[in-house]
């Protein structure tokens, strides 16, 4: 790999974050409570809470491969 491919990835993934960064940002002024989808798994007890957001790992993971493998084609 050459200084030029590097250089093309280190900006697809600072492009991504960028987006990342604005999409959540969005989805906070939205909804206070931030993004909670279908899949995401909630378990709160008396002095326990415990929150893993498996459906937006999901969709993200789906967008940012999608972003990747069309960045990946060039």
Request: proline share 4%; net charge positive.
């Amino acid at each position: 790999m050459n200084l030029a491919g590097l250089a093309k990835i280190i900006m697809g993934v600072g492009i991504s974050l960028l987006l990342a960064g604005f999409l959540m940002l969005v989805i906070t002024r939205i909804s206070p409570q931030g993004m909670h989808i279908p899949g995401d798994i909630y378990i709160k007890r008396e002095n326990f809470s415990f929150y893993f957001p498996l459906g937006a790992c999901i969709i993200i993971s789906l967008i940012l491969t999608l972003v990747f493998s069309l960045l990946g084609r060039r």
